[in-house]
């Protein structure tokens, strides 16, 4: 990258001189940035200070849109959406940004003429790792929709220190190194301290009764924290809004003790900052201890406290009263960690503003709907009750009232059922005893959504059966989808511009728009385009692989690729197992013909997760063996691509043939990784889970390669008894796989690496791999067969495009806010600097 050739009087050239020329403008805007913010000249600068003086230029243009919105709202008093989300997996803003604003193009030629590559600008911005997978990217989506749809709304969430760790591989294993992302600051936000909320903590509660025979609770913490919002505007897509992610940071009320400090107790002086700063510092610390579980409730809870102490704000300015709080406002709990919010909010309106219980109950159950990412009962949180109730002691005795009211109901209803009264309390009296925050959150709700059809299905089946016989017209799907924004126009700019050549560029806003490729998947001359682009972003993410993992692969292979969290009910270890089984079968017949593939994966474990990180070693000793076999190496590849994050997924969703989503029928909830695959025109290899089944019917079942057991099939071979063993004994390569596994042939001779895999499989196998493994097989069978006939590839690998608007986020979020959130759009018009001035003089 060259350094700008600009000489020191071109930086103060005044932005009249550059007329009505938008390249010349950002050019200049670019260069006041680099001088007057960051105090740089060409010979000193570095390409961050270039990257952040663009950053700042594109911010100055997003504050007018920012401004001019708020205005809006204010004058309006419109009804406003609040996503609540302990997760927000922005990924990167630059390049997001430059196309809502349409400045894509100006940027890349203000650049260009500056000796400056506008590519190299955007890696140089530090992805903030505010998420751990689909949830967090899923909320990004959706608030990037609000604002194209002109929905006014706020995402409400934490702004974590260091969000989900940056991940290494050292001999395989994964290793966590901090994330530091904030490293060299944030453009794109701003501190608001003005708007600081405080927050308690610990401590007891003290009642007393007045004359009227009304009971007072007082709330005596033990401490209390500041939390501290960070705003960034969110843009819309072509249009003036701009709304607000508002991220919470934790501090200290003082952060330092000069008490203590003259004492001589330095590090005294400053724990309260060091203590109270743990509550943003990061994303999900290891809960495997009671400490780790007690900051993550701790955490929890105080992005929703100030976030509802913000709306109670907010009210007050536009001075709206408490009790049209559920007028005002709508909220959406993000799964279950923001679901203590239902008792914060009851805190906030009866113990802090007076207003009877079944009035703050009913603006309470208005207010909030909440939205279910899970059917693994591990995964629906619950806290011990003692641990509850040392964090948050009036918490637990609001949630002791709201279950007593609400047990009597389901009593009155269900007559003599006590079972059915014990399965739906908000108290888990079973064991150890639990408060669930997902019971919590279904009757503190007026809406309870799945996120895909099956999801739902088996939410009102089993997960919250009872819930649904007691109020079936609570529950409604409203499955997932993702922003063509970042995950086309952004991710693949080849394919962009091909499919605006053929249809005009309207589909960007209305993704339904891309029905119209449809009757290109039979012209010749679009297919050939279509293919030429496929291989650039192959070419692409090959260039990335040799740099970062030091193999080379051969992108007229198949790229079949798997990238997700890591986790054993997403079975990337199925994967393992038929990779070894290819392997085999061509070491046992090097003359058999293959279609060449390259195995890519891609995900984090948790740190905590020691099974997920074995499926990693796994995988990467897999890759050690069969990358170095010369005679292998033109038909097999494996490889993993280590750090998967937002930046890494815009590089491989529009480089892979073949998308991995593999699940056993029931257990994902929806993913949306097999979305933003079939959108780039991959094929999907899949079970009957999650979104997988809109997916196939929307594509065409011909267009899809289909295996495994369905959710009904699943819950009858258990039922069954399932004997995984069994199926080892009757499918003579899935044993011989295991057995190359046991013998050390991927651990240079340890055969008791990868024991503990084998042994949970062999033994229990609760994601049914073997049962599946050989319809697993028999479909990369056909996928192989299917990838030797370019044109007919070609051809669904359009349609897979063409058939995936529905799978746009703005569908989704519309259907919020018809059915759930009853809101409607505000046009915001863009203020000038003059409309300022003229409003203030008036």
Known sequence: MNKPDQSPQEFSRRESDTADDPVQRLRHAFLHHLFYTQGKFPALATKTDYYLALAYAIRDRLLQRWISTANEYQKTGARTVCYFSAEFLMGPHLGNNLINLGLFEDARKAMSELGLNLDQLLYEEEEPGLGNGGLGRLAACFIDSLATLE??????????????????????????????????????ELCRPEWAAEVKLGGHTESRWDEAGKLHVRWVPNRTVNGIPYDTPILGYRNNTANTLRLWKAEAPESFDFDVFNRGDYQGAVNQKVISENLSKVLYPNDEHVEGKELRLAQQYFFVSCSLQDMLRILKSQKIGFERFHEKFTAQLNDTHPAIAVAELMRLLTDENGLPWHQAWDITRKTFGYTNHTLLPEALERWPLELFKRVLPRHLEIIYEIN?????????????????????????????????????????????????????????????????E????????????????????????????????????GWVKELSELKGLEKYADDAGFRIGWREIKRANKRDLADLIRKRCNVAVDPSSMFDVQVKRIHEYKRQHLSALHIIALYHRLKSNPNMEMTPRTFIFGGKAAPGYWMAKLMIRLITAIGDVVNRDPAVRDKLRVVFLPNFSVTNGQRIYPAADL?????????????????????????????????????????????????????????????????????????????????????????RGDSELFMPLVNSLVNHDPYCLFADFQSYSDAHVRAGDAYLDSEDWTRMSILNSARSGIFSSDRTIAQYCDEIWNVKPVVVPLLSQEDVRVEFMS
């Open 151 to 188: 929905i006014p709304s706020i995402g409400y969430g934490i702004r974590y220190e260091f969000g989900i760790f940056h991940q290494t591989l050292v001999e395989g294993w994964q290793v966590e190194k901090t994330d530091k992302w904030l490293r060299y600051g944030n453009p794109w």
């Open 404 to 468: 007593a009211r609400f047990l009597e109901e389901v009593r009155n209803r269900y007559f003599g059922d006590g079972e059915k009264a014990a399965r739906m309390s908000l108290i888990d009296e079973s064991g150890e005893r639990y408060v669930r925050m997902a019971h919590l959150a279904c009757v503190g709700s007026h809406a309870i959504n799945g996120v895909a059809a099956l999801h739902t299905e088996l939410l009102k089946a089993d997960v919250l059966h009872d819930f649904h």
């Open 470 to 505: 007691l109020w079936p017209e609570k529950f409604s799907n409203k499955t997932n989808g993702v922003t063509p924004r970042r995950w086309i126009v952004l991710a693949n700019p080849r394919l962009t511009r091909h499919i605006s050549g053929a249809i005009g560029d």
């Open 659 to 747: 998308s991995e989503q593999i699940s056993l029928a029931g257990k994902e909830a929806s993913g949306t990784g097999n979305m933003k695959f079939a959108m780039n025109g991959a094929l999907t290899i899949g079970t009957m889970d999650g979104a997988n089944i809109e997916i196939r019917e929307q594509v065409g079942a011909e267009n899809f390669f289909l295996f495994g057991m369905t959710a009904a099939e699943v819950a009858e071979l258990k039922a069954g008894g399932y004997r995984p063993a069994d199926w080892v004994e009757r499918n003579a390569e899935l044993k011989e796989v295991l057995s190359l596994i046991r013998q050390g042939y991927f651990s």
